[in-house]
């Protein structure tokens, strides 16, 4: 097994790059920590009843996404998504709203010698 020798070239570049790198290291983690402090400074210039505020309103667009959401999980098909089952649902649900209108289908109802 042969070892290789290691010049004098070699070692100067493995230093110039381990300082490179530290350089680079050392430049990352002050650019980040002084965007964070700035981030800090804005969020205490905002006064309190601003940000209460605030979250009170998220908290009811929240429960109004709920509400819908919920209802939204009633509603009928037509048979866009689901196939032919939300089509035949449809057809029935049209068929009994005019079943049920006094003008509709069926027999006609008489009141006193008028018909309906």
Known sequence: MQLRRV???SWASAIALTIL???FASTIDTTSALSYRG???EMKEQPDDVLIDLIARYGHTMLRA????EN???TVDFGLSRGYSGAQEAKHRMAMAV???AGGPGRKR???GIML
């Open 7 to 9: 010049t004098e070239a």
């Open 21 to 23: 790198l530290l350089v």
């Open 39 to 41: 981030y800090k400074q």
């Open 66 to 69: 709920k509400d819908e959401l």
């Open 72 to 74: 939204s999980k009633r």
């Open 99 to 101: 079943a049920n209108f």
């Open 110 to 112: 008489r009141f006193e």
